[in-house]
């Protein structure tokens, strides 16, 4: 019997599995379970005949690079319309500064690849995103989480964060943050804090790593273009790796994200990415491309905020009516997510047996937590299921949390 654990590379006896993708191997198990767990848009929202007439041209056979290898940087005309949304958030950049990645997800994994040593710290907030997570740990890098206030990451705490882990001899590379919606709180960053986290970042000689998936989709009864402005629309000295995508807004099958990054560290990302992949697919790409050239994206936002916003309604009002006062949560003014607070005895993870076998699903909150915290936090996403669907997982929900209630008291009578 050959032990393949002594062949594992010491990053990869670290790795371990999301909690995200396991709960969808137990939702694989069932059909019948509503699942809340993973961030998957609806994909009734998905232009399917535009995918299909955009395919069709595409695949006649008249041009041959749609399904050639391309340049690792991606195919030039989707650049240049990556040129034209980052102008239209406020941040002017030129194609020595981007790159396309294959998802979002690949871009953090090549900013650790990058910039990031084994042993060096990463500062996340407290929650903070799994996948995140994941990609810097895989390369060994250690995280120290800095507490959130109502609006993003608490300014005093992440200064002290710095100095202490400073003091402990240990290099602090970035921060890591998702200002816009973030996954899994739903928060957005305040706007004076980004202007004093560039300020920040600036003082202290950090990188900002600034990942935005989530931008477009602002609830409009709540938030503005304004409040979703990137921190790198102001970032003069160079300070941020600004990271977002296709996947929210088109389809994330696609897997067709950017990275937008000061030249000498795009150039890095290229060489990586070229050891990774070559380059993005180019069908997707050209498909992607024809969205935004075709105004099909154009289209698409504002019923996307539409359609989020409601299944956002419909779940706030079924948790309201199920659960009374007992249990709290921050209204989402955009993306996918609500971060519920259970009553403090439940243990979200303890619960989600209990919560599968009544035919619901969820994300616990530790897995979100650097530092073990978020025991009796939930995520719910509200983005995948229909508003029927939402209001019956509630439902589900609310008895799962009255039967643990009641277990949990039981348990602990004399
Ligand atoms: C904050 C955040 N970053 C990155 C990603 C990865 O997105 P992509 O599909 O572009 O890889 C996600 C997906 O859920 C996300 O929530």
Redesign the pocket.
């Known amino acids: 019997m050959i032990n393949y654990n002594d062949f594992l590379s010491s990053a990869a006896g670290e790795m371990q599995e999301s909690a995200i993708r396991r709960m969808g191997t137990v939702l694989a198990q069932s059909r019948d379970i509503i699942s809340f767990a993973?961030?998957y848009p609806a994909a009734e929202t998905f232009p399917w005949q535009e995918f299909t007439a955009i395919t069709r041209d595409l695949l006649l056979g008249t041009d041959a690079s749609t399904l050639q290898y391309g340049p690792t940087r991606g195919y030039k005309p989707l650049l240049q319309a990556i040129e034209g949304i980052m102008q239209a958030r406020g941040a002017k950049t030129s194609n020595d500064r981007l790159l396309i990645?294959?998802?979002?997800?690949?871009?953090?994994d090549l900013v650790a690849r990058v910039m990031l040593d084994p042993g060096d710290v990463v500062l996340v907030e407290l929650p903070t995103?799994t996948?995140?997570i994941t990609a810097f740990r895989n390369v060994q890098a250690r995280m120290v989480g800095v507490r959130q206030d109502a609006d993003g990451v608490d300014l005093d705490a992440l200064d002290e964060t710095l100095l202490r882990v400073q003091a402990e001899g240990r290099r602090v590379r970035m921060l890591y943050v998702?200002p816009n919606f973030?996954?899994p709180t739903g928060l957005l960053i305040g706007r004076e804090k980004r202007t004093r986290l560039l300020e920040w970042a600036d003082r202290r000689n950090v990188m900002l790593v600034e990942?935005?998936?989530?931008r477009e989709l602002y609830f409009e009864d709540s938030t503005s273009e304004a409040d979703v402005r990137p921190i790198r629309a102001d970032d003069e000295s160079g300070r941020v790796v600004y990271?977002s995508?296709?996947?929210?807004t088109l389809a994330?099958g696609f897997?067709?994200?950017w990275i937008d990054a000061p030249p000498p560290l795009a150039a890095k990302f290229e060489l990586a990415k070229q050891a990774a992949d070559l380059c993005t697919g180019a069908l997707d790409q050209r498909v992607v491309y024809e969205c935004c050239h075709r105004g099909i994206l154009a289209r698409q936002l504002p019923i996307l905020r539409h359609h989020y916003q409601a299944k956002r309604d419909v779940m706030t009002e079924a948790l309201a009516r199920e659960f009374g006062g007992e249990m709290s949560w921050p209204a989402p003014r955009g993306g996918?997510f609500l971060w519920a607070t259970l009553p403090p005895q439940i243990d979200g993870e303890a619960m989600i047996a209990r919560a599968a076998a009544n035919g619901v699903i969820y994300v616990a909150g530790e897995a979100f937590f650097v530092n073990g915290a978020g025991q009796n936090i939930i995520r719910l996403s509200f983005s995948a299921p229909s508003h029927e669907k939402i209001r019956d997982g509630v439902a589900r929900l609310a008895a799962t949390v009255r039967e643990e209630l009641a277990a949990t008291s039981s348990a602990v009578a004399p």
């Open positions: 993973p961030g990645t294959t998802g979002s997800q690949q871009g953090l995103y996948g995140a998702v973030q996954n990942d935005d998936p989530y990271l995508s296709f996947s929210k994330p897997r067709v994200a996918f």
